[in-house]
């Protein structure tokens, strides 16, 4: 073993092996690792490659992996920090049941499993199999994802089924498939460093999706311009060309009138529109009255920035349009996505190098969980369950009578109001925490104490799992194998680098042990990951989302696979309409025109400053496991409402006094952040967070009617400042614990 640095030695008499930490090298001395084992981040949907330190059958460092090629060895705050789950005090390490006065205390596998079998037997004979439902998060691998879509339909017979990417991409999705028939970014990050401008829409990449930044950066290098939209001057705008401050729900009003810009000045492709594009009269119909004084009205961004960014956007010859949750989080989060692609087809920048346009995904798997059957109207391959030819194909794939396959179901937040309503008696959920991460909390947990039983699998009890009636311990990240699909649309390998911890099971065979147990075994004998990922690739063959050409070896062979790869000898697709041939019904991408609308609630006197919500660097959606790991806490350990000195001062309000904020929702303090990085008109809270300290107690349950994402970036408020400084008396412990 290596002689250790003097310091390392002491660290490890004072706090023994398995606290001998240093930031530079990860765990030291004793923890010489066993192996390392290339594998991916859990976290964001950039997938970044790491190698995970293996010592005793326990992840306790990490190395970069350099040759890796989209991160190249460059990780963010959470890679850095994430192999500090495993192992982790915490993690569930065997399954648990809820005893009415006293807690949770530990069951058997056997009982958990027998338990689980007879309620959902119980609630579906007595009240029909839709009143069993599930929902689940996509921070888990495609192989995972399917199982889970075929898991509901044909073991569980249910049709509601739903995913956490509603609260995510759903409104890239829907937008995405209107105009191009298909649902993914058109591009590797690589043609990003080319092109000459980018506009990041509603991204706040340097917190959420960081190490996406270097190529932004290599953009810039390269004499690009940088076009930041958002109410706040997030980090990425500090170094912009041109931010654009919108007003929560001004999105479409913005890039509508950018439209008319073009069009007026004749800063379009015209071969591309008319050979390639259907639509385009009707939509620049639909702006032709957003004037700049309009648009600036709706948006409150001056008339000539919105005209500095047309003119810099018409004039290119190459660009890239990425956007986020800022745009997607929204009543008219289609809306908002479709008045941007117009953008991309009015000047034909889409399949040729360096020009395309893509959707930030921000869970894990969100690009990959979003393909293979795992939505409440969504069969495998990105294929629609109520379409017969498709549904006769996946019962075939599946070995079922297609008459025996549930149709459409409920989305997430509309599976909750049907809970809150006794239309649904029972839940399954895995990885999926909704007492966090839903709009509207409260009623999320009303609902959640209707449920006659409620059986959750995750590594963590998290907030909504202390409202479960029994808790399986599943499986980390680390701790099964399998692949994800990253937001570029690459298909990469998961490597198992340890086993789960002491009675701890992995996910899969948790499933396939339920599914024996409800009499559909003989649909779910898988021996391996890659059988799964074998039986994937079929069902997805013929898909828009085709993923049968990708193997294993494949994957692993060329560090990733782009889908569609409809064939084994197919190379995969890093830059898709480079033919030209869209998958719509009539092979065009779609113009789509989109009235402005304004959001579900907008201010009044009663309640007259907009609520917008967010994320921040050290923290992945609900913190389930980054709220438990030290350094993130550190890093920002509690929400803080960030306002603009002038509302503020307003109020009264001083830097880090505490402010009680109130919606027709709830109501809920937070310490204020007085910063000049927001909107005079808006306030941020980011919602990691749980208990007292949620952000969505306050955020309003409206839905966009195409994608049913909840309008998480706009509601009204008012602000009642408390008069005192916000006291560091509470610790971490209380913010992790959610109390
Ligand atoms: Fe990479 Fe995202 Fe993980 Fe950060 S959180 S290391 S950007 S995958």
Request: some cysteine.
């Given at each position: 073993m290596a002689k250790l640095p003097v310091a390392t030695d002491q660290l490890i008499k004072k706090f023994g092996p398995h606290k001998a930490y240093t930031p530079q090298s990860g765990f030291y001395g004793a923890h010489e690792p066993d192996r390392l084992v290339k594998t991916h981040c859990c976290?964001?949907?950039?997938?970044c490659g790491i190698q995970l330190k293996v010592k005793d059958n326990k992840v306790t460092g990490f190395e970069p992996w350099?040759?890796?090629?989209?991160?190249?060895?460059r990780l963010c705050p959470k890679g850095v920090q994430r192999?500090?789950?495993?192992?982790?005090?915490?993690?569930?390490l065997g399954p648990i049941q809820r005893v009415e006065g006293k807690g949770f205390e530990p069951v058997s596998w056997e009982h958990a499993m027998s338990k689980t079998v007879s309620e959902i037997r119980r609630i579906q004979e007595k009240?029909?199999?839709?009143?069993f439902a599930m929902l689940s998060g996509v921070s888990i691998t495609n192989e995972k994802s399917y199982m889970i879509g075929k898991f509901a339909r044909v073991?569980?017979?249910?049709?509601n089924l739903d995913y956490n990417g509603r609260l995510c991409m759903v409104s890239a999705g829907g937008g995405n498939k209107k105009a191009f028939g298909l649902d993914r970014?058109?591009?590797?990050?690589?043609?990003l460093a080319h092109a000459e401008v980018i506009i990041v829409a509603g991204a706040n990449i340097s917190e959420?999706?960081?190490?996406l930044t270097h190529y932004i950066w290599q953009a810039r290098d390269n004499g690009a311009k940088l076009i930041v939209v958002d109410p706040r001057v997030i980090p990425l705008a500090r170094t912009a060309d041109l931010h654009l401050p919108v007003r929560p729900g001004g999105d479409s009003a913005l890039f509508g009138a950018m439209l008319k810009i073009l069009a007026d000045n004749d800063w379009l492709d015209h071969n591309f529109i008319n050979n390639y594009t259907s639509g385009f009269e009707e939509t620049i119909a639909a702006v032709k009255d957003y004037t700049l004084d309009w648009a600036e009205e709706q948006t409150g961004i001056p008339g000539e920035k919105i005209m500095e960014a047309a003119t810099l956007w018409g004039k290119a010859k190459t660009s890239f349009l990425l956007h986020a949750?800022?745009?997607?989080?929204?009543?008219?989060g289609v809306d908002n996505v479709l008045s941007c692609i117009n953008l991309v087809l009015a000047t034909g920048?889409?399949?040729?190098?360096?020009c395309g346009y893509g959707t930030i995904t921000g869970q894990g798997n969100g690009q990959g969980g979003r393909e293979?059957?795992?939505?409440?109207d969504q069969l495998p391959g990105?294929?629609?369950?109520?379409?017969p030819e498709h549904r006769k194909y996946i019962a075939e794939v599946w070995g079922i009578?297609?008459?025996d396959m549930p149709g459409k179901g409920l989305t997430a937040y509309e599976q909750i109001e049907a809970i809150h309503r006794g239309e649904i008696k029972g839940l399954i959920s895995i990885c999926f925490n909704p007492l966090v991460s839903l709009p509207n909390n409260n009623f999320v947990r009303e609902a959640l104490e209707k449920l006659e039983f409620y059986i959750c699998i995750d590594s963590f009890l998290s907030e909504t799992a202390r409202h479960a009636d029994i808790v399986m311990a599943g499986s980390l990240h680390e701790e099964e194998e399998g692949t994800v699909t990253t937001a570029e649309g690459r298909v990469v390998k998961i490597n198992e680098a340890v086993t789960p911890p002491g009675m701890a099971r992995r996910d899969g065979e948790i499933l396939m042990e339920l599914a024996e147990k409800l009499g559909a075994g003989d649909k779910f004998s898988y021996a391996s990951s890659e059988d799964i990922f074998n039986e994937l690739r079929i069902a997805s063959r013929?898909?828009?989302?085709?993923?049968?050409?990708?193997t294993y070896k494949k994957i692993v062979d060329n560090m990733g696979v782009f889908w569609?790869?409809?064939?084994?000898?197919h190379p995969g697709?890093?830059?898709?309409?480079e033919d030209r041939k869209f998958k719509t019904p009539d092979g065009k991408a779609h113009f789509n025109p989109v009235p402005y609308r304004p959001a579900s609630e907008v201010t009044d006197k009663e309640y007259p400053v907009v609520l917008t919500t967010g994320r921040v660097v050290s923290q992945y959606l609900?913190?389930?496991?980054?709220?438990?790991?030290g350094k993130l806490v550190d890093q920002y350990p509690e929400p803080l409402l960030e306002i603009h000195p002038k509302l503020a001062f307003r109020y009264g309000i001083k830097d880090r006094d505490l402010v009680r904020v109130e919606t027709r929702r709830g109501e809920a303090e937070f310490p204020a952040q007085v910063?000049?990085?927001?909107?005079?008109?808006t306030v941020f809270i980011p919602y990691h967070w749980g208990g007292k300290h949620s952000a969505n107690q306050l955020t309003?349950?409206?839905?966009?009617?195409?994608?049913?994402?909840?309008?998480?970036?706009v509601c009204a408020c008012r602000l009642i400042p408390m008069g005192y400084k916000a006291l560091d008396v509470i610790t971490k412990t209380a913010y992790q614990s959610g109390l």
């Open positions: 976290y964001c949907g950039m997938q350099m040759e890796f090629p989209f991160n190249e060895g192999y500090l789950q495993n192992n982790h005090p915490d993690r569930l009240y029909g199999n839709d009143a073991a569980l017979k249910t049709a970014s058109s591009n590797s990050w690589a043609d959420t999706f960081p190490t949750r800022g745009i997607e989080h929204h009543t008219k920048r889409i399949g040729k190098p360096y293979h059957g795992h939505k409440c990105n294929r629609d369950i109520t379409n009578d297609e008459k013929g898909g828009t989302a085709d993923y049968y050409g990708i569609p790869c409809p064939s084994p000898d697709t890093p830059r898709l309409w609900s913190g389930t496991s980054t709220r438990r790991i910063v000049e990085t927001i909107r005079e008109d309003i349950g409206s839905l966009d009617p195409v994608s049913k994402i909840p309008e998480f970036k």
